[in-house]
Nanobody
Framework: QVQLVESGGGLVQAGGSLRLSCAAS????????MAWFRQAPLKKEREFVA?????????YYADSVKGRFTISRDNAKNMVYLQMNSLKSEDTAVYYC????????????????WGQGTHVTVSS
């Protein structure tokens, strides 16, 4: 079994920064993609935010966060991070960490393991 636990969410003013962390346990993901998704209030679907390959060489971002967010990982610690800068009110959402095995796309259905989510609220 796999556990993913997110932390680092909170309330921040527009233009501010937050760093989300995701701790993985139960199984190593040194060979799989990790990603961050988010679900905004009243939205039914989770939106892809960013993903990173097992070695950190390849990173992908949604257009809405490109240039503001940075995903990174530390395989030695089984950790994934999302540095969020220049936050906007439209970034308000529950952010989820996800892990995939044998999948490198951006669809939520391709990720097998999910955390419980951490709330990010950006006030304008």
């Amino acid at each position: 079994q796999v556990q993913l636990v997110e932390s680092g969410g909170g309330l921040v003013q527009a233009g501010g920064s937050l760093r989300l962390s995701c701790a993985a346990s139960g199984r190593t993901f040194n060979s799989g993609y990790m990603a961050w998704f988010r679900q905004a209030p009243l939205k039914k679907e989770r939106e892809f935010v960013a993903s990173i390959s097992w070695n950190g060489v390849y990173t992908y971002y949604a257009d809405s966060v490109k240039g503001r967010f940075t995903i990174s990982r530390d395989n030695a610690k089984n950790m994934v991070y999302l540095q969020m800068n220049s936050l906007k009110s439209e970034d308000t959402a529950v952010y989820y960490c996800a892990a995939a095995l044998g999948y490198s796309g951006h669809g939520a259905n391709g990720y097998s393991y999910w955390g419980q989510g951490t709330h990010v609220t950006v006030s304008s």
